[in-house]
């Protein structure tokens, strides 16, 4: 059972709409939660950050984090076709220099 | 803002042939990080440096091998090619801020292609 697991998808949405994507984890040692987007053939983009528990927003998008679940969120507000892409979770201990484990990513396609 | 340069871009060899990836971090950023994505896969962890010296290691073949020289670049070296590596090689960066910050920042990658 892979560390972090994250449903591959693909989720079709219509412009517009909100869209969660959430993951799951098994490592209580994971401190520090990030979501990447990555469109074809290109590097994955840090989208947000979070350490620990507890939510962040900056602009459309909001990140959540329930450590005693071992479950992370995004959400993203009136999604735009441009918001189509593989996202995806990843998560390290403690210690801001260790590796990052990602989820499998979930395929996202908005429609206009 | 400045990103993660790596090169090449693309890169074909064929089996049994040698290769060198590169990276060049983000300034001022002190670590390195190296990931294989294979097809429809996530990024895998095969080395990390910090301060030219190895911090952490993943699931890196013998073959392989990588180093962070004086300017802070990385190399990653590749060795007996095989047709199962052929992938995406992405390298990252962060800096050990204070305060428990940690930002991975991505390059665009390395397509390597062996045939």
């Known amino acids: 059972q892979k560390e972090v697991e994250q449903d591959p998808g693909p989720l079709s949405v219509p412009e517009g709409a909100i869209v969660s994507l959430n993951c799951t984890y098994s490592n209580s040692a994971f401190q520090y939660f990030m979501w990447y987007r990555q469109y074809s053939r290109k590097g994955p983009e840090l989208l947000m950050y979070?350490?620990?528990?507890g939510n962040k927003e900056d602009g459309r998008f909001t990140a959540q984090v329930d450590k005693s679940s071992k479950y992370i969120s995004l959400f993203i507000r009136d999604s735009q076709p441009s918001d189509s892409a593989t996202y995806l979770c990843?998560?390290?201990?403690?210690?801001?220099?260790?590796?990052?484990?990602f989820g499998t990513g979930t395929k996202l396609q908005v429609i206009p | 803002a400045a990103g993660v340069i790596q090169s090449p871009r693309h890169l074909i060899k064929e089996k049994r042939e040698t290769a060198t990836l590169k990276c060049y971090p983000i300034?001022?950023?002190?670590?390195v990080y190296w990931y294989q994505q294979g097809p429809g896969q996530d990024p895998q962890f095969l080395i990390s440096f910090y301060e030219k010296m190895q911090s952490d290691k993943g699931s890196i073949p013998d073959r392989f091998s990588a180093q962070q020289f004086s300017d802070y670049h990385s190399e990653l070296n590749m060795s007996s090619l095989e047709l199962g590596d052929s992938a995406l090689y992405f390298c990252a960066s962060s800096k050990r801020a204070g305060g428990g910050r940690y930002e991975q920042y991505f390059g665009p990658g390395t397509r390597l292609t062996v045939t």
């Open positions: 990843a998560m390290s201990p403690s210690g801001g220099y260790q590796k990052v484990t």
């Open positions: 979070t350490y620990s528990s």
């Open positions: 300034p001022r950023h002190d670590t």
